[in-house]
């Protein structure tokens, strides 16, 4: 199992930027699935992005396309969302997640990922 930790969440200013790092404990990083998902006050669990292993393509929803990247850094057992252009409507809690390499079809599924870390706070204020 891969365990998970996230940090790097905080208070930012509409337009502004945050990286978000999640680091992972345990053997074979590079053959597991990682994700990022977040979760606003009385809101469902929401993906954000997802990448299966380095070289393969990163899927992202469609209302952070264009505005986050995800990376892997497979040597530092680590992943990133760079967060651009953020917005109120970014404010949520971001979780990284983990699982053995998931089907395409359910990345985007929070039930689908067994490893979890416990969040970080993402506020987007003036």
């Known amino acids: 199992q891969v365990q998970v930790a996230e940090s790097g969440g905080g208070l930012v200013p509409p337009g502004g930027s945050l990286r978000l790092s999640c680091t992972a404990s345990g053997d074979s990083f590079n053959t597991y699935t990682m994700g990022w998902f977040r979760q606003a006050p009385g809101k469902e669990r929401e993906f954000v992005a997802a990448?299966?292993?380095?070289?393969?393509?990163?899927y992202y929803s469609d209302s952070v396309k264009g505005r986050f990247t995800m990376s892997r850094n497979n040597a530092e057992n680590a992943v990133y969302l760079q967060m651009n252009s953020l917005k109120p409507e970014d404010t949520a809690v971001y979780y990284c997640?983990?699982?053995?390499?998931?089907?395409?079809?359910?990345?985007?599924?929070?039930?689908?990922?067994?490893?979890w870390g416990r969040g970080t706070q993402v506020t987007v204020s003036s």
């Open positions: 990448n299966r292993r380095s070289g393969d393509n990163t």
């Open positions: 997640a983990s699982n053995r390499r998931l089907i395409l079809s359910a990345l985007g599924t929070a039930s689908a990922y067994s490893n």
